[in-house]
């Protein structure tokens, strides 16, 4: 069974740094897309970043220059550096997968989710 546990939200101050990390279970991240989301308050759920089994990855225009995803695949565990954090950043940040190659930053290609962590930014 696929499983996804978040990690590493906080609250921090705006120009602050934050790690997120998705711990992956039941199946081989090597051979999963993955993605990074995040849901604000009365907002739709928007992608911030996938990555390909090949480690190809694409960034949100919102993030790109301060968002790093990378992937440890002998830990099954994936990381998402958030630098020069803006109090627009604010949200809950989900980590998600499915059994496919391809990069996306659509909510609906995606069939397995983490339960999110919270990140709030202040100004």
């Known amino acids: 069974q696929v499983h996804l546990v978040e990690s590493g939200g906080g609250s921090v101050q705006a120009g602050g740094s934050l790690r997120l990390s998705c711990v992956a279970s039941g199946f081989t991240s090597s051979y999963y897309s993955m993605a990074w989301f995040r849901q604000a308050p009365g907002k739709e759920r928007e992608g911030v970043a996938s990555?390909?089994?090949?480690?190809?990855?694409i960034y949100a225009d919102s993030v790109k220059g301060r968002f790093t995803f990378s992937k440890d695949n002998a830990k099954n565990t994936l990381y998402l550096q958030m630098n020069s954090l803006k109090a627009e950043d604010t949200a809950v940040y989900y980590c998600?997968?499915?059994?496919?190659?391809?990069?996306?930053?659509?909510?609906?290609?995606?069939?397995?989710w983490g339960q999110g962590t919270q990140v709030t930014v202040s100004s």
């Open positions: 990555i390909d089994p090949g480690g190809r990855s």
């Open positions: 998600a997968a499915d059994v496919a190659w391809f990069l996306s930053l659509s909510k609906n290609d995606y069939n397995y």
